[in-house]
């Protein structure tokens, strides 16, 4: 039931084009993402916002899901909670790093870490909680 990278990245750029996000593994569920920070992305005091990282670890949840239980477009993000722990790099990549926690039938409840490329000194750190269709878990 579960997808590879190459299905996923299909997927995603059929699905949702918008996103900026590279997804760099999947797999064991966990998956690694990758996003260029565009000038657009930064708020007052050169910052990354935080709709920005919010969005990032969103899209690392439901890859690494995707990858664990199949394309199923129809998991949906029921909660997220993200702790904003120091000012990320606007000169470097955001990396995410997911780990899927619990896999229920319906529920399905991940952690992800978030970094500015080329520091291990986590930005911010966010649980994740995404409702699946029951016919698919």
Do not use: W
Not at 15 to 24: R, S, W
Not at 88 to 107: D, F, H, N, Q
Request: proline fraction near 4%; charge should be negative.
């Amino acid at each position: 039931m579960s997808a590879t990278k190459e299905e996923i990245v299909a997927f995603m750029a059929l699905e949702f084009p918008q996103t900026k996000c590279v997804i760099e593994a999947v797999g064991d569920n966990r998956s690694t993402l990758s996003h260029d920070i565009g000038i657009n992305e930064l708020r007052p005091g050169g910052t990354v916002s935080g709709p920005v990282l919010m969005s990032i670890a969103d899209v690392a949840l439901y890859v690494a899901i995707l990858g664990k239980i199949g394309i199923v477009a129809l998991t949906v993000t029921t909660s997220l909670t993200i702790n904003f722990l120091r000012k990320p790099s606007a000169e470097a990549r955001i990396i995410a790093e997911c780990t899927l926690m619990k896999v229920g039938r319906t529920l399905i409840v991940g952690e992800v870490a978030l970094y500015s490329e080329g520091s291990r000194d986590m930005v911010a750190h966010v649980v994740g909680t995404y409702s699946v269709p029951p016919q698919h878990v």
